[in-house]
Every structure is written in C-alpha cells, then in structure tokens.
C-alpha cells in the first residue's frame, strides 16, 4: 500500500529533509585527501545530536553506522571506517534523519580533490539523471516514467544503471510502498498522486550495471571494478511541480 501524506506530514518530512541537506552541507566541507570516512560518519552524527535528529541508518538491520560511505568502486552501503581518502577518488554519501517521527534520505557523490574527467563526466550524468527522474514525478503520471527518464538518460551518456537495488517510497518508515526502480519501460505502475513521497536513487555504473555484495554483508560493489556513482533526494509528488524535500 503506498501512504500518501498530508500537508502537515510533508512539512514534518522537510524538516527531516532540511537537517539532511545541512549535514551533506558540513560534510562537503570536510571530503578531501587524508580524511577518514569514520571521521565523516562522526562529523554527521554529531550534528544530528544537536540538532535533536535520529540516525535513520544506525540500527537498520543492524547497520553500524550513521552514515554510508562508498568510494570509487564501492556503489552503495559502504560502511564508514578507517580507509583514508586519497586525491582523485569519488565518495558517495547516504545519510538519513527522523525528526519528528518522518524520515529524510539523501545521496551525494563528492570528488576528493582533482579527479580524472571521465569521474567528473560519471558525477555530472548521474545527478542529472536524479533531476530527469524527479521532473517526471508529476500527479497523472505513471511511476514508471521515472525509471525510464532515468534510465534512457544514463544510457544516451554511455553509462549503466545499477538493477539490483533501487528507490523507494518513504515517509515513518524509511523504506514504504513502492519501490522505484532506476530503469525499465514508462507508463507502467501506480499513478503519481498528490501526497506521495519517494526517495529517487540513481546508482549508475561506468562499465557494468552488474554488481556484488562484499563478505561484510554491506559494502556493494561493481562487478568489474569500475566507478560507481549514486545520488538521492526524497520528493513529495504536489498538485504542482515536485517537492525537494532534501534540497536546502
Ligand atoms: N538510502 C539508502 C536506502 O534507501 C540507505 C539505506 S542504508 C542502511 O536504501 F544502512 F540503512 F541500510
Ligand atoms: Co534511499
């Protein structure tokens, strides 16, 4: 069942949004060489202790974290630890908040200093496809028109998206009704109405959309070993344009 929110809810989840959006702020600050990703993870849950948020991911099956931390050729779910960021790589973030009993959940992929233009080229398309995506959540329209704007995008540009885990609405619970897959044909799933919330999730590949999970249960990444990008920000599907929940 997908749980379409009131006004009041929306508000509540953009106040999740916003402390989101804030903590992606104080992180970019910090993303540079010689800066460990367990120390980016304490930077977020730091903040979400002042700000009176509750780590989303912390404890979600068991995951150890606050933050997820996915370098180069990690996809997504990395777990944040001792490995020291070096010039040229490309971290991808997910962090998650519930404040007032509503979830924010929000994805970005930062360069570490200089990085190679082919990295930039794969950052540029995979944001891009996450705006293509969103700009079909409009009422009327089906769920699908978002896999596939997102999908024909990111192959145009040469670039492979990721079949194995995908969108999702949310809401109290961080994960509801109904999955968004990045990729498939248009016009097929529910009709987007007002009042429903989804988090859009790109995970684009620059070699092969296939994937593995590593022993540690979490840390997903590319089969070949190629870069790996993944940006999300949650939405509200309104009588008019999208709603960015996680954008400042
Ligand atoms: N944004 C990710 C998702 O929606 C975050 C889940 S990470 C986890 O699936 F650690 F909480 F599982
Ligand atoms: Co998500």
């Known amino acids: 069942m997908i749980i379409l929110k009131s006004t009041s809810e929306i508000a509540a989840m953009r106040r999740a949004g916003q402390v989101v959006a804030r903590a992606h702020e104080l992180l970019k ?132 998206v990721v079949r194995d885990f995908v969108g999702h609405g949310i809401g109290r619970a961080m994960h509801e009704e109904p999955q968004v897959p990045n990729f498939g044909p248009p016009g097929r799933g529910p009709v987007l109405k007002p009042g429903m919330t989804l988090a859009v999730e790109p995970m684009v590949n620059s070699s092969d959309y296939r994937v593995r999970i590593a022993p540690d249960q979490w840390t997903v990444y590319t089969l070949d070993g190629g870069l790996s990008a993944h940006f999300e920000h949650t939405v509200a599907v309104t009588e008019g344009e999208p709603l960015i929940l996680t954008a400042l």
């Open 29 to 160: 600050a910090h993303i540079k060489p010689g800066v460990k990703t367990k120390e980016l993870d304490a930077l977020v849950e730091d903040f979400f202790r002042k700000e009176g948020a509750i780590p989303a991911f912390k404890g979600y099956r068991g995951y150890p974290a606050c933050i997820c931390a996915s370098v180069n050729d990690e996809v997504v779910h990395g777990i944040p630890g001792e490995r020291v960021l070096k010039e040229g790589d490309i971290i991808g973030v997910d962090i998650g908040a519930i404040v007032d009993g509503y979830c924010g959940d929000a994805a970005w992929t930062y360069p570490v200093g200089q990085i190679e233009p082919r990295a930039q080229d794969l950052l540029e398309v995979t944001e891009q496809a996450l705006y293509r995506g969103i700009a079909q959540m409009v009422a009327g329209n089906r769920l699908t028109d978002i896999s596939h704007a997102i999908q024909s995008f990111v192959e145009e540009r040469g670039y492979f």
